[in-house]
């Protein structure tokens, strides 16, 4: 039995995973913008730190999927 590798459904777990986590990210960097509360603006400083270090994390765990789709590097802000 092979270790290395994560199972099917434990890579599309992790794929939705990361899918969150990039969101948030997003969500975060474009609302840091629009707060202008300090306190409030630090912790979503805090939570865009935070969340880039455990997309990393997740990242290299994805890397053992039998099968991946294409992670982006940095999350593309969609405005309107």
């Known amino acids: 039995m092979n270790t290395q590798t994560l199972a099917p459904h434990e890579s599309m777990e992790l794929h ?12 975060s960097k474009l609302m840091q913008g629009l707060v202008f509360d300090q ?15 455990q997309i ?5 765990i994805y890397a053992r999927a039998p099968f991946q789709a294409p ?9 309107h």
């Open 56 to 60: 990393a994390e997740l990242q290299a």
């Open 16 to 27: 939705e995973a990361l899918n969150f986590k990039t969101l948030c990210l997003a969500k």
């Open 71 to 79: 992670v982006p590097n940095s999350p593309t802000p969609i405005t």
């Open 39 to 53: 306190e409030l603006k630090a912790l979503m400083q805090k939570d865009v730190i935070q969340s880039a270090q």
